[in-house]
């Protein structure tokens, strides 16, 4: 945390203004960059896709002429000198919602989980508002406001204007940005909440974690979607309908999906399938069921064949899966996250074993992330950058 005084207000910075002087469309490129996270001028060349002679030029004019950028250690990493507000994001799952917040110059996070349904409508308002306030106190030592609020939801999301696309899967909720607005908007002005689907708005945050410039993100929770990120670009398609992953066929005599086709890798890979196939194999076996995903993963873990096996039919679906989806993208980085991400890392070599079939993935890298609060993180992010 950086001991400088507050000089800038986050929210003028957003609107492209500096102590009342007006910046150009590249400065605030580069500024938004520099909040999602410090880094060198070759990091903000990929994020924000402006051309390397902008970069020099525009960030030389943010520190010396503005003081709204500042070089630690001199030659290094661009940081944002101190600004007043914080970016708050939530990562909102059909029963628990994790909330983060961090001033906007500061990559120190704090969190907070909501055990609230989001079935529950006005608890889940009135707790995950809680839950909001006290972060911001506690990251703005209740002097800052909120600069920006992002929410990453479990279901399509078209861009144009926030609300449910496609066929809406039955947990899907609308109204959850509007009705936070209401309840945030007399403490701390009207603030729109930004609202993104979570699996594309992790692979914005795993792309700052891994660098890569053209990647592919597979969530595997109770649903299974991807995000594809080429350079600063995540590919929201028509209606925010892109990186449907988890309906691509995997076996055509497979059971009939909600989205009206048969077979489809979500209905054999999702928490729900895995639990399902387990407790199979457990009841067949004369075994104690698996209590969750986690209990399951950790008796893989421990060598529990039946689990064990579990993790590695779903691991070869979404190698088969992958190696599909690699045809059309070629990403040079897969990143396998969400709640079945660890249980599948401990089959790994049965889903690179079926994309070493083919020869345009062979060579692709996969990594899995276990980080639980990434679509939180990809919503605060949705925030800074605004899209
Ligand atoms: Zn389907």
């Known amino acids: 945390m950086s001991d400088a005084r507050p000089t800038h207000d986050a929210l003028m910075l957003l609107k492209n203004s500096v102590d009342g002087v007006k910046l ?37 004019n943010l520190i010396r002429r503005y003081n709204v950028l500042e070089e630690r250690p001199p030659g290094r990493r ?80 078209n861009p144009r204007d926030g609300r449910v696309s496609g066929s809406p899967p039955p947990w899907s909720c609308d109204g959850l940005d509007t009705g936070l607005t209401e309840r945030l908007t007399p403490a701390h002005g009207k603030i729109k909440v930004l609202v993104g689907n979570d699996a594309l708005l992790t692979a914005n945050a795993e792309q700052l974690v891994h660098r890569s410039e053209n990647m592919l993100f597979l969530q595997v929770s109770g649903h299974v979607l991807g995000g594809t990120l080429v350079g600063d670009r995540l590919l929201q398609g028509h209606l925010g309908l892109a990186g449907q992953l ?44 698996p209590r969750s995903l986690g209990d399951l993963t950790d008796r893989a873990e421990e060598g529990d064949a039946v689990c064990l096996g579990v993790l590695r039919r779903a691991a070869a679906r979404i190698g088969q899966a992958l190696a599909m989806a690699c045809l059309v993208g ?38 899995y992330s276990t980080a639980s609060d990434a679509p939180a993180n990809g919503a605060l992010l949705l925030g800074l950058l605004g899209t």
């Open 24 to 60: 150009n469309e590249s400065h605030l490129k580069i500024i938004r960059a520099v909040m999602c996270a410090p880094g060198t001028r070759a990091d903000l060349r990929n994020r924000s896709g402006l051309a390397a002679s902008t970069i020099t030029t525009e960030v030389r």
């Open 246 to 289: 988890g309906h691509l066929p995997v076996d055509p005599h497979g059971e009939a999906c909600w989205c009206g086709r048969h077979g489809c890798l979500e209905g054999f890979v999702k928490s729900s399938a895995l639990m399902r196939d387990a407790i199979g194999w457990c009841d067949a076996e004369q075994l104690p069921r």
């Open 78 to 157: 661009i940081h944002l000198t101190a600004t007043n507000g914080v970016a708050v994001g939530l990562g909102v799952g059909v029963h628990r919602t994790i909330v983060v917040a961090r001033q906007v110059h500061d990559v120190e996070r704090r969190d907070e989980t909501v055990d609230t349904p989001i079935a529950d409508g006005q608890h889940w308002l009135r707790d995950t508002t809680g839950a909001v306030r006290r972060l911001v106190a506690a990251a703005g030592g209740g002097r800052a406001g909120i600069a920006t609020i992002g929410m990453a939801v479990p279901w399509a999301v």
């Open 330 to 367: 070629a990403p040079e980085l897969i990143v396998i996250g969400g709640e079945a991400a660890r249980g599948l890392e401990l089959a790994r070599d049965w889903c690179a074993r079926e994309m070493t079939r083919g020869e345009w993935t062979a060579k692709t890298k996969v990594v």
